[in-house]
């Protein structure tokens, strides 16, 4: 009974608008106080407890230090560079604008980690002058919005470092897991945007020649190479995730400071602000899910969800299609941070004791949770790309469910086919 008063009270919470992290927390107030009454006192001590015990995380540092990593990119204009290889390269395709939307949210994906910036990113630069050559309002936000999803799947990943973390997996492996799925991600969203520009006849852009396509790479060349130095730096031994993030920071800082001249000292402290602010959102959030996980697990929660999936069917494929059916619709109200540290430690013991592998496991749900944020009512993607597009994010909706299908595709193709998560982390790894 106490199990569904402190998951309903939550509910109820983010359904009247509280914050996430405040939901999560005084939903735990509340299951403590109303226990007094009822005999099983539980010391109010144990939050203050279980939030320093959820942020104390060396691997957690990672987090800042990506977020840092993706404000300086911002300042130093390597979106910008990264916007002009794209347009060079496939700009002049049927609708290579908004292929370069896609694109550019890919190369993004290997410097900052989250799909939010991303999405901040390319849209602040993008929507503006696909505005200008004629493309439709809500066709523009939903490809933006659509191809951001990427962003925690390549490496390097916030998502992942946090599940790593979480469920003590290795950060390396499930960053190269991420590799073939993110990819396959934006290979189906760039032939469906180009298939959609043809349908609907949208604006072809001038063919760069070749100067102007060697003059984009060379001005995007040490940005590309981010993601590779972060992946090997971890693959040799010669980092781990944390510290990879620091060599990231110290990179960009190169960028911005030497190779570019585009940022000074200043700048440099205000991005570190900015991260510093976003950083504390998501650590209040880590602090009180870990209250909240305590509680579940003080309650059983795993042992009820645990037993109520096997009472629906014991095979494995099954129970992967009920997993992604109920992450989905979990994603679509909660944020995929508090549904990580809700709903990870429930359902990796189950999965794994039946087989499946741990790091597939931790891609299939990464990838669940993403596909969250381009879905009401919360949609935190949503909500970013109508900001910076001025535009009602349920306006342009019914134009990112042809991306919705294509993304479920995707994640149903990962959850059976070990082979496109796993081939990488095997081969570098063993």
């Not at 306006?395 to 796993?422: E, N, Q, S």
Request: some cysteine.
């Amino acid at each position: 009974m106490m199990l569904v008063f402190l998951i309903t009270t939550m509910i109820a919470l983010i359904f009247l608008g509280m914050e996430i992290s405040w939901a999560i927390g005084v939903a735990c107030l509340a299951y403590l106080v109303v226990s007094s009454f009822g005999g099983n006192e539980i010391p109010f001590v144990l939050i203050a407890v279980q939030m320093m015990d959820g942020v104390d995380s060396f691997s957690l540092l990672a987090i800042p230090l990506f977020m840092f990593a993706g404000e300086l990119m911002s300042e130093t204009g390597v979106t910008k560079r990264l916007v002009r290889l794209a347009s060079a390269l496939i700009g002049h395709i049927r609708g290579g604008l908004a292929n370069v939307g896609v694109t550019t949210n890919f190369f993004l994906a290997g410097i900052s980690g989250s799909a939010i910036a991303d999405a901040a990113a390319t849209g602040r630069v993008l929507l503006p002058e696909m505005e200008k050559k004629g493309y439709p309002p809500r066709f523009s936000a939903a490809v933006i919005a659509a191809s951001s999803t990427v962003g925690p799947i390549i490496p390097p990943s916030i998502s992942f470092v946090l599940l790593g973390s979480i469920m003590n997996l290795s950060v390396g492996q499930l960053f190269l897991a991420g590799v073939i799925p993110g990819t396959l991600m934006s290979l189906s969203m760039f032939v469906l945007t180009w298939w959609l520009a043809r349908r609907q006849g949208l604006p072809v852009e001038p063919k760069a020649d070749w100067r102007e396509r060697i003059a984009a790479l060379l001005a995007a060349v040490l940005p590309l190479l981010a993601p590779l130095i972060i992946v090997r730096s971890i693959t040799i031994g010669l980092a781990t995730p944390t510290e990879a993030a620091a060599i990231l920071v110290v990179y960009v800082i190169f960028l911005g400071v030497v190779a570019y001249r585009s940022i000074g000292i200043m700048g440099v402290v205000h991005c570190a602000a900015r991260a510093a602010l976003v950083t504390s959102i998501i650590m209040i959030t880590v602090g009180t899910a870990q209250m909240f996980s305590w509680l579940s697990v003080f309650e059983r929660f795993g042992e009820i969800m645990t037993g109520a999936m096997l009472g629906i069917s014991g095979d494995l494929d099954v129970l992967l299609i009920l997993l992604n059916i109920v992450l989905l619709i979990l994603g679509t109200f909660m944020e995929p941070l508090p549904l990580m540290l809700v709903m990870a430690p429930v359902i990796f013991p189950l999965f794994t004791s039946l087989g499946y592998d741990p790091i597939q496991l931790g891609v299939v749900f990464v990838i669940n949770s993403i596909i969250g944020l381009i879905t009401p009512p919360v949609g935190l993607i949503l909500s970013v790309v109508g900001v910076v597009g001025r535009i009602d994010p349920l306006k342009f909706f019914g134009d990112l469910v042809p991306y919705l299908v294509v993304l479920f595709a995707v994640l149903l193709a990962i959850t059976y086919v070990p082979a496109l998560t796993l081939w990488l982390p095997r081969l570098a790894f063993n």
